[in-house]
């Protein structure tokens, strides 16, 4: 049977084989081996072509017959295509990573760059910014001569690429570095895509600065392997298409907004439209302490209740393409922003106040409280918000018109 697939040791969160199923390859596997398979795997006759990851990039080397210039000159390979009886070797990385800085507008031509991290991610974003004529490219490691305790040195940085894991799924919202220290920056590309905002792009969203993640570098190379495997050309903006697919199926719609102003029914009727889980973050909440949320309040306090909102939040934010319905004072803590904004498109839901039930809500007891409430978060609710929804028609219409927004708001558009 003829292989076509990736290799690497761990690939429980590759997106390859939708990505390459998306470009009409079904055969498409992914094939987790451990060092001593690589050999006999490699050697397989039925092996036609295959892409590469960590950490086989290097070790599957010695296995070609032919390796392309610039995979030579990155020092790795992550495409391999079998031609008769050889086996050829490429590196597709640095199409896709050229391709994400065009996407997100960066353009290194005369900029000072730092890149960070000195693994095999590196060796593709240096070429890379020097065939575009970056002035100067700067890596920082750990250890070595240009490193993290010396960031000051390079303060005039005007971009800066993270080829670091740092900010990655599990551990997301960490960053490798504080974007304050380079007061000259225009860009920041980060090459990790799960999260879809890594902690290091909404800092860069908070300072205005031009940032793109990783997403579309990824599609962009898994196009350029599929035209290696079968001596094709893929049609124009397919990687856009794929990316965006990718992008839709992994981002969460995360609804907030007054209480009372419908975001659990509209949540519900979300999810029936649109086949994905609805998660009611305060009924997780009430699961977490083992008691209603009006005895958390009158027995531990609003303190205690939302130190467990932030914990549910973050476990919740991490996932993927969820409804996630957030309680009435999320957006009262600012720290709960980057765990839902990371992997989530927020819409807030408004409602006229004379219409917001009241009954059994702790801090929203009556309609004088509650204008005082609306007053005080009116402005939290549109920092945190991507989208208004005015919910003054059914609940029904409101949640197509968010499922409408979702569908149709296409980031990944050919420029």
């Known amino acids: 049977m003829a292989i076509y697939g990736l290799i690497g040791r761990k690939l429980g969160h590759s997106y390859s084989v939708p990505i390459h199923k998306g470009l009409g390859n079904d055969a498409y596997k992914l094939y987790e081996l451990e060092p001593e398979q690589l050999e006999g795997f490699m050697r397989d006759p039925e092996l036609k072509a295959i892409n590469v990851t960590i950490p086989y990039k290097l070790d599957v080397m010695k296995y070609l017959d032919h390796i392309d210039p610039t995979a030579l000159e990155i020092g790795a390979v992550n495409t391999v295509v079998r031609r008769g009886d050889k086996l050829y070797g490429y590196n597709t990385d640095h199409i896709g990573f050229c391709r994400m800085l065009e996407y997100g507008g960066i353009d290194v031509k005369g900029k000072k760059t730092l890149v960070l991290g000195n693994g095999g991610a590196s060796k593709t974003a240096v070429l890379c910014c020097k065939r575009l004529g970056a002035s100067s490219v700067t890596v920082i490691s750990r250890s070595g001569e240009d490193n993290y305790t010396n960031l000051d040195k390079h303060a005039d940085a005007q971009i800066i690429v993270n080829c ?232 029904e219409q409101a949640a197509e018109l968010i499922w409408r927004d979702f569908c149709e708001d296409t980031c990944y558009k050919r420029s």
Request: glycine fraction near 10%; charged fraction near 30%; hydrophobic fraction near 40%.
């Open 164 to 395: 670091t894991p740092v900010g990655m799924f599990p551990h997301s919202l960490q960053a490798p570095v504080d974007l304050k220290m380079f007061p000259k920056c225009e860009g920041v590309a980060d090459m990790i895509y799960n999260p879809l905002r890594t902690a290091l792009m909404m800092q860069a969203d908070e300072l205005g600065i031009k940032n793109v993640c990783g997403l579309l570098m990824l599609t962009a190379q898994g196009v350029a392997a599929h035209e290696y495997f079968f001596d094709t050309k893929a049609p124009e903006g397919k990687a856009e298409e794929l990316a965006e697919m990718l992008r839709r199926e992994s981002e969460n719609i995360v609804l907030i907004g007054m209480p009372g102003c419908g975001k659990s029914t509209i949540g519900r009727r979300l999810a029936e439209l649109s086949g994905r889980e609805a998660v009611e973050i305060d009924a997780l909440i009430a699961e977490a302490a083992g008691k209603t949320i009006p005895e958390i309040f009158a027995q531990d306090g609003e303190e205690e209740f939302r130190r467990i909102e932030t914990e549910v939040l973050m476990r919740e934010g991490a996932g993927k393409g969820k409804i996630i319905m957030t309680g009435g004072g999320a957006v009262t803590r600012e720290r709960n922003y980057a765990p839902l904004h990371q992997n989530g498109k927020i819409y807030q839901i408004t409602r006229d106040l004379d219409k917001l039930a009241t009954k059994g809500r702790p801090l929203s007891k009556d309609r004088e409280t509650l204008i005082k409430m609306y007053e005080i978060r009116k402005p939290m609710y549109e920092a945190f918000r991507d989208v208004l929804i005015e919910n003054e028609g059914t609940l």
